[in-house]
């Protein structure tokens, strides 16, 4: 069934997203159903945008004059058994509520990925990543709507182009996820624990594995002790989650990087092919930005420098300013340009 919104007064997009920022709708179509989605989808009259959990997107001030489809679609079917189970996954569909069943079933393979806000359909948009784990590695297909070519289709992994936080589908309108099939192991134990916190957290070996259960409440610990699990009672959770991407650099551009850190603090590295990622909280932490900075009621968040968040009486104009202020200082600081992990939607010149 598709439901029109028809308020007298626009609804705010700030009410559907979890920073609480953003201007009006032109027009709201809410859809529980896959069938529906795609019908509301071609009925969308100028620009479309597509939202679920809203945990990922920063909207302006001044809304979205087009149309906005609220998916609110639902479901998980385990769908067949080969090297594991197949387990397809409406894009409506809360992503931690799957995750918890994942765990509770003993499916294994998106455990470290407990806590993150959203909805299941954003995941391979974004190629959702977080504590050792990406659901890249378990994704085994997703059904999208393409609306150039007015067709249903399914795209394996390799059709999804995912890179680092980014696939084919992220920044581009012409692609609905309607839901992804995850390819899951049979096991009551986690995968490796590639993830330093967690293993330590865990008091496993990096590499080792833990009860899938265990994993769980640990990340779901860890995340709530950054403010990165949604509460209402905690303004710090009122974010996009990490708001910058760990920048990948070249070996010199890493190196100059180096050669300017304190000698006590060299910056966070990770190989990534010829290159290296390093942290995007160091740099913003080193350049001089701490945590709980900000003004106009936006601000870093006071538990994880990563997340900017919103007090409560922000707007989407002040997120801004203090994301450039920050991105300034860490160019004009270490020579290197922050990228935002978000998607902005109304926001054209940020750059």
Request: glycine fraction near 12%; charged fraction near 25%; include cysteine.
């Amino acid at each position: 069934m598709v439901v029109c919104v028809l308020d007298v007064i626009p609804p705010r997009l700030a009410r559907y997203t979890t920073l609480g920022l953003g201007g009006p709708a032109g027009r709201l179509v809410e859809v529980d159903a896959a069938a529906d989605v795609v019908e509301a989808v071609r009925g969308a009259d100028g620009p479309l945008l597509v939202l679920a959990g809203g945990s990922n997107v920063v909207v302006s001030d001044d809304g979205f004059s087009g149309t906005v489809v609220l998916l609110r679609t639902h479901g998980v079917e385990v769908t067949g058994y080969d090297d594991g189970v197949l387990v397809k996954v409406a894009a409506g569909h809360g992503w931690d509520e799957f995750v918890a069943r994942a765990v509770a079933e003993g499916w294994s393979g998106v455990e470290c990925l407990s806590g993150v806000p959203g909805s299941a359909g954003a995941t391979p948009i974004q190629n959702v990543g977080a504590y050792g784990q990406d659901v890249s590695e378990t994704i085994a297909e997703v059904t999208v709507y393409d609306r150039s070519l007015d067709r249903v289709e399914i795209y394996p992994p390799e059709r999804c182009g995912f890179g680092y936080r980014g696939s084919v589908f992220k920044h581009d309108d012409r692609y609905v996820v309607l839901d992804v099939t995850f390819r899951l192991r049979l096991s009551k134990m986690s995968g490796p624990l590639r993830y330093a916190e967690t293993a330590r957290a865990m008091g496993v070996e990096a590499g080792g594995s833990a009860p899938l259960e265990e994993v769980r409440e640990t990340v779901l610990r860890l995340r709530r002790g950054k403010g990165m699990v949604l509460d209402p009672a905690d303004p710090d959770s009122r974010s996009v989650g990490s708001f910058f991407v760990n920048p990948v650099l070249s070996q010199a551009e890493f190196a100059a990087v180096a050669a300017k850190a304190p000698a006590d603090a060299p910056p966070p590295a990770w190989p990534d092919g010829e290159r290296v990622k390093t942290s995007a909280a160091w740099l913003i932490q080193h350049a001089g930005f701490e945590k709980g900075y900000g003004r106009d009621g936006v601000a870093i968040s006071t538990k994880h420098t990563l997340a900017l968040t919103n007090r409560g009486d922000g707007t989407t104009a002040a997120l801004l300013d203090l994301a450039a202020e920050i991105r300034d200082g860490v160019r004009k600081a270490y020579d290197v340009t922050l990228r935002p992990e978000p998607v902005f939607v109304g926001i054209t010149g940020w750059d």
